[in-house]
């Protein structure tokens, strides 16, 4: 079993959808969660950062973590067209260890 | 503009070469690192820096060295010994309290 595993996809939406991504994780000792967002060629980029388990919300992302579940999400609303990327998810467990990625979702809103 | 540039952005190689991909970060950033990407693929860490003049191995290091002499730089060598070298190369630091990785934009390289 990959200590970190996503849906490769590619998952196909309608512009304007509600999008969830997730990851499930093995490593029950994780608790810093990354979302990244990839378009193609370029380097990932960091859309969301969460510490343990909760919520977080930064305009149309939310991230959300279930440690009990080792399950963690990343919901797009109003998906639009320039959503369309890899999104991959990362995590650690305790500050400074090195990241451990998901290899990551291809996502594409349909105009 | 304060970032991570990785140059080139592609780079061709034939069998035998050694190459060096470039990483200059201007963040403060005190710790490096190295990924591979291959399709279909997560990144995979092939070595990280969390000081100047230290650095160690990560999960796929062989056929690779680097050198970590400036705190800005952290420079990779592909060398003849990797099998396997085609793949997109990915640099990133992070610091400034934050367990977070900032990405560069990464380096194609192909082994002609």
């Known amino acids: 079993q990959k200590e970190v595993e996503q849906d490769p996809g590619p998952l196909s939406v309608p512009e304007g959808a509600i999008v969830s991504l997730n990851c499930t994780y093995s490593n029950s000792a994780f608790q810093y969660f990354m979302w990244y967002r990839q378009y193609s060629r370029k380097g990932p980029e960091l859309l969301m950062y969460?510490?343990?388990?909760g919520n977080k919300e930064d305009g149309r992302f939310t991230a959300q973590v279930d440690k009990s579940s080792k399950y963690i999400s990343l919901f797009i609303r109003d998906s639009q067209p320039s959503d369309s990327a890899t999104y991959l998810c990362?995590?650690?467990?305790?500050?400074?260890?090195?990241?451990?990625f998901g290899p990551g979702t291809r996502l594409s809103v349909l105009p | 503009d304060g970032g991570i540039t990785q140059s080139p952005k592609y780079l061709f190689r034939k069998e035998g070469q050694n190459v060096t991909l470039s990483c200059e970060q201007n963040?403060?950033?005190?710790?490096m690192y190295w990924y591979r990407q291959d399709p279909g693929q997560g990144l995979r860490l092939i070595y990280y820096?969390?000081?100047?003049?230290?650095?160690q191995k990560g999960d796929i290091a062989e056929g690779y060295s680097v050198s970590r002499e400036k705190k800005e730089s952290f420079p990779l060598t592909v060398t003849s010994a990797q099998k396997n070298p085609t793949a997109f190369y990915l640099c990133?630091?992070?610091?400034?309290?934050?367990?977070?990785?900032?990405f560069g934009p990464g380096t194609r390289l192909t082994v002609l």
């Open positions: 820096s969390q000081i100047v003049n230290d650095f």
């Open positions: 990133a630091s992070n610091g400034g309290g934050a367990d977070t990785q900032y």
């Open positions: 969460t510490y343990s388990s």
């Open positions: 990362a995590m650690s467990a305790y500050y400074g260890q090195n990241f451990v």
């Open positions: 963040l403060n950033h005190d710790a």
